[in-house]
């Protein structure tokens, strides 16, 4: 890296997503200073395949503020008059929970959050694009996260405006301007779309977008029949958003929230993001810059969890919109596969015991380990013994052990890591 001072010493708080136990503690294992996450339906979430309940906030918060993290819950969907008592409920269990702040878009929602005395941050939804819309929303949110359309430069005059205008929210601070910086992105206006809705009735601003965006297309000629496949990209579907190269810049621009994309993702997802952003924060802040080599590596590891492809700065730069996906699926340059379960950590000798119960395994090959308690754990595994004997292999249905510095509990699941094929 090479050494060059900071443009400023403030503070930056990075925001992981968690969309489960086992995410919220891969996330503050992994260094992030706050974590978000949504409870119930009203969130833009909903319909991930795990999600929180409201009688999870006591815990959440706990372990949130056991790590040094503070706790943001995700109320940011569109509600409806019925649905009123249900915003007030979750944000008095917010409040005794003490959740530090709420995310929200829709004013009823902002109304009952302060209602509650809690700090509300503005969700991308509300599409704020200039100063004017900053100051309107300063009288409800200490944080605002303005539209995704904005370029960097327009986000820099944005800050800027804030600190010579004056700009506070309730809490009596300088309004703080939260942008995304890595993660799946989405072809609608700030994430406001109706495709999903128009096609099965299920709205994405109510957190139940089915995603029809992220399939392939085909044009077919009314008069003869005959049908293309568009350009053999899916044309809806940008790539995920990956800002590490420029983060630097993100940062001296006066961005004081830096937030990850994905409380959809998996636990090994939200930990090896918020690991490469966490060392490139850190960087910043000791005035340091990456050179070629460093973001070389940071960008390989972010690559060998789930991703579309990346499109480094996107609306960031002034690109226009063109990074389509060439695969709705997983890019990943690493793939899981589940081989068995943890039965015993040895916490003297540091070793892991592991029943394999659906694949064998190989000394040297890199593990994965997760659960709701533990959150990721990853290694290479050297040596290896099987059914208490040195080995270079191990079969399906052995009984194995091998060094794992870091606790890893009984029932956690375990998983080989190995290079993706070319032709997957």
């Given at each position: ?43 833009m ?33 569109i ?25 929200a ?134 790539r ?18 830096l937030?990850i ?35 070389a590596?940071?960008?390989?590891r ?6 579309r ?6 609306y ?30 040895y ?37 290896l ?40």
């Open positions: 890296m090479n050494t060059e001072k900071s443009a400023s010493t403030r503070s930056v708080i990075l925001l992981a997503p968690a969309g489960d136990f086992e995410s919220l503690h891969a996330a503050l294992r992994s260094g992030a200073d706050a974590v978000y996450f949504g409870v119930g339906t009203l969130n979430r909903s319909r991930a395949a795990a999600n929180f309940r409201r009688e999870d906030l006591p815990r959440i918060t706990e372990l949130c503020h056991g790590a040094g993290a503070r706790a943001f819950l995700a109320l940011n969907t509600v409806y008059d019925s649905e009123i008592p249900a915003v007030r409920g979750i944000c008095a269990d917010a409040k005794n929970a003490g959740v530090d702040a709420v995310i878009a829709d004013p009823a929602v902002l109304a009952a959050v302060g209602e509650a005395g809690l700090p509300a941050h503005l969700s991308v939804q509300a599409n704020v694009a200039n100063l004017a819309a900053v100051r309107f929303y300063a009288r409800y949110a200490d944080v605002v996260v303005p539209a995704r359309e904005l370029t960097l430069a327009q986000i820099g005059r944005l800050c800027a405006g804030i600190r010579e205008q004056n700009i506070r929210g309730p809490s009596g601070e300088l309004v703080g301007i939260e942008l995304f910086v890595h993660g799946a992105l989405c072809a609608a206006v700030s994430g406001k779309c109706y495709m999903s809705l128009a096609v099965f009735n299920t709205s994405a601003n109510r957190g139940n977008c089915y995603q029809p965006c992220r399939r392939s297309y085909t044009v077919r000629d009314t008069v003869t029949g005959q049908e293309l496949v568009i350009d053999n990209r899916y044309v809806m579907s940008p995920d958003l990956c800002t590490v190269g420029i983060l630097p810049r993100i940062l001296d621009a006066g961005v004081s929230v937030k994309e994905g409380r959809g993702r998996s636990s090994d997802y939200v930990a090896a993001v918020t690991r490469v952003y966490r060392e490139a924060v850190n960087a910043w802040r000791s005035g340091l810059r990456p050179d070629r080599g460093q973001l590596q940071w960008e390989k972010l690559g060998e969890v789930f991703n492809g990346f499109w480094h700065g996107g960031y730069l002034g690109e226009k919109t063109g990074e389509w996906a060439e695969s709705a699926e997983n890019r990943s340059t690493l793939v899981k596969t589940f081989a068995g379960k943890v039965t015993h950590w916490p003297k000798l540091k070793v892991a015991a592991v029943r394999l119960t659906a694949r064998g395994v190989r000394a040297g090959e890199r593990f994965l380990v997760t659960g709701p308690t533990t959150g990721v754990v990853e290694g290479v595994i050297d040596p013994r099987a059914e208490d004997a040195a080995a270079d292999s191990a079969a399906k249905g052995s009984e194995i052990t091998f060094p794992v510095p870091e606790l890893v509990r009984e029932g956690d699941k375990f998983y080989i890591l190995s290079e993706r094929n070319a032709e997957e």
